[in-house]
């Protein structure tokens, strides 16, 4: 029996990995001073770094259920068996709900849907681990095992974007913008949660090599580096991290778009480590 793996454009896999593991992408919507646009296909991290520059308004919503049943009925229609739809967690988006009811009305006994608890390279880990494998249960397992494992920590310049998309408490944002500190957040259970705070850009990209460090172990390991303008800083950290973390093969780069960005802002940095890598 064939099978494809779906997911959503928050997974933010780099330049050319959807098409080489063969995985369907589905762009979530986003609206620019009303304008609404398609995360990752005509908006993308560029666009949104000079929006977010002149302070115009960014907003995200998930795909309708018919836009992820357009989707199915395609790749079914492709003569594919089954089908694995893994999406960023629920609790940030109700893109999980939006493709059960889409499985449900399309052929619910052929569309397995995972909720993968993370968004970014968290969910793309489990997408690629699901592509790696040739069965629909298999693929369900695996994408499921990745999501337990995978571990995300990332800094924000400040936490005035968090709070604006209701990411993150007022009265939390209030003291990290009192104290001038660079917050370290990672998600917790679905859940973007604050972790620790520190002074400087430098300190936080060491912590954030260390904690990826602790988290990563000595065995194998998937690693990837995420930003919004922000290559320079980017790559030191990817490179920190190759230097670290003994069972890295090569730290993947990838700017986020709109999903993420509109909430985090200019200037992010983030950490995607999965234990025992995704193959």
Do not use: N
Not at 240 to 246: A, K, S, Y
């Amino acid at each position: 029996m064939s099978i494809a793996i779906v997911t959503d454009s928050t997974a933010y896999l780099p330049d050319g990995f959807a098409e080489r593991h063969g995985i369907r992408v589905v762009p979530l919507h986003v609206a620019v001073d009303g304008r609404s646009v398609l995360d990752g296909v005509d908006f993308g991290p560029a666009e949104l770094a000079v929006a977010l520059g002149e302070h115009r308004r960014v907003t995200t919503s998930r795909p309708t259920p018919g836009e992820l049943a357009a989707v199915y009925q395609s790749v079914l229609g492709e003569g594919v068996d089954e089908i694995v739809s893994v999406h960023l967690s629920r609790e940030l988006s109700g893109t999980w709900e939006a493709a059960r009811l889409a499985a449900d009305e399309v052929a619910p006994d052929r569309i397995r849907v995972v909720d993968s608890r993370a968004t970014g390279m968290g969910l793309g880990f489990a997408a690629l681990a699901a592509s790696a494998v040739g069965d629909a249960v298999g693929a369900e397992e695996a994408a499921v095992r990745a999501a337990r494992r995978v571990r995300m920590f990332f800094c924000v310049d400040t936490l005035d974007h968090l709070r604006r998309g209701g990411r993150i408490g007022a009265a939390a944002a209030l003291v990290g913008t009192a104290l001038a500190v660079k917050p370290l957040l990672h998600v917790d259970d679905g859940r973007i949660v604050p972790l620790e705070k520190v002074r400087t850009t430098g300190r936080a990209i060491g912590r954030l090599v260390d904690l990826a460090a602790t988290a990563a172990g000595t065995g194998p390991v998937g690693l990837a580096v995420h930003h919004l303008a922000a290559p320079e800083r980017a790559a030191e950290l990817a490179s920190r991290l190759d230097e670290r973390v003994p069972g890295s093969t090569g730290c993947l780069i990838s700017e986020v778009g709109a999903v993420i960005g509109a909430h985090t802002g200019p200037g992010v940095l983030g950490v995607v480590v999965l234990p025992g890598g995704y193959e």
